[in-house]
C-alpha cells in the first residue's frame, strides 16, 4: 500500500492542453516535494512546498500545498511535448516516501 | 557542481548471482539514500546514512542486501544472492540540510535484471 497516493496513474494529452495531477495521503507531512523523471534517468526535483496552502509556480507548473499538508497539485498549462516523463511526489516527514507518480505524455 | 555518480548503469545477472552497486555522492553532502525503483512504481527507501552510520534500514531485506558508506563518502549496495524480484532501477541520492532548506539529488541509477 502506498503511503501517497497519485493520480490520475496514466495521462495522455495534446499539446496545449492544461492537466491537473494529485498526490494525497492519510498522513501529515513537514513538506512534499515533486520530482520529474525521464526514462533512464532518475528524478529531479522541481519544487518543494512546506507551508498548509503554499502555492508555488514554476514557469508553466503550478504547484499548490493542501493546507492540511496532507495532500498537493500540480498543474501544468499549455502542456509541451517536453514535459512529457513521470512526476513523482514525495512526503517527508523523518524520511521520504514517494508515490507511484503519474505518467504524462504530451503529443505534438 | 558534479552530481551523484553511480555505476554501473546496467547489470544482467542470474538468480542466485552476487551484484554491487557504487555510488559517489555529492560533495558535501552528509546524508546519502539507496532506494529501489521497480517497474510502474515510485521508488522506495531501502537504506539512509548520515556520514557513516545508518539512520534507517527498516525497509532493507537484510538477508540478502546489504550496504555500507566507508568513510562517509561512497557507497555500495550489495545484494547476496539475486532474485527474479531484485529487478529494478537501484537509485542513489545525496542530500544537504541548512536549516527547513534541503534538497535532494538523484544519480542516473542501476538498471538490474535478475534472469
Known amino acids: 500500500t502506498q503511503l501517497l497516493e497519485q493520480s490520475p496513474q496514466f495521462l495522455s494529452i495534446q499539446e496545449g492542453e492544461n492537466l491537473t495531477v494529485y498526490c494525497n495521503s492519510s498522513s501529515v507531512f513537514s513538506s512534499l516535494q515533486w520530482y520529474r523523471q525521464e526514462p533512464g534517468e532518475g528524478p529531479v526535483l522541481l519544487v518543494t512546498v512546506v507551508t498548509g496552502g503554499e502555492v508555488k509556480k514554476l514557469k508553466r507548473l503550478t504547484f499548490q500545498f493542501g493546507d492540511a499538508r496532507k495532500d498537493s497539485s500540480l498543474h501544468i498549462t499549455a502542456a509541451q511535448p517536453g514535459d512529457t516523463g513521470l512526476y513523482l511526489c514525495?512526503?517527508?516527514?523523518?524520511?521520504?516516501?514517494f508515490g507511484a507518480g503519474t505518467r504524462l505524455t504530451v503529443k505534438p | 557542481e558534479a552530481g551523484v555518480a553511480q555505476s554501473p548503469r546496467y547489470k544482467i545477472i542470474e538468480k542466485r548471482q552476487s551484484v554491487a552497486f557504487w555510488c559517489n555522492p555529492i560533495?558535501?553532502?552528509?546524508?546519502l539514500y539507496w532506494y529501489q525503483q521497480i517497474l510502474g512504481q515510485g521508488p522506495k527507501l531501502l537504506i539512509q546514512f548520515q556520514n557513516n552510520g545508518v539512520v534507517d534500514d527498516s525497509q532493507l531485506p537484510k538477508d540478502r542486501f546489504s550496504a555500507e558508506r566507508l568513510k562517509g563518502v561512497d557507497s555500495t549496495l550489495k545484494i547476496q544472492p539475486a532474485k527474479l524480484e531484485d529487478s529494478a532501477v537501484y537509485l542513489c541520492a545525496s542530500s544537504f540540510t541548512v536549516g527547513a532548506i534541503y534538497g535532494y539529488t538523484f544519480g542516473s541509477g542501476t538498471r538490474l535484471t535478475v534472469v
Open positions: 514525495a512526503g517527508r516527514n523523518n524520511d521520504m516516501r
Open positions: 560533495s558535501g553532502h552528509a546524508t
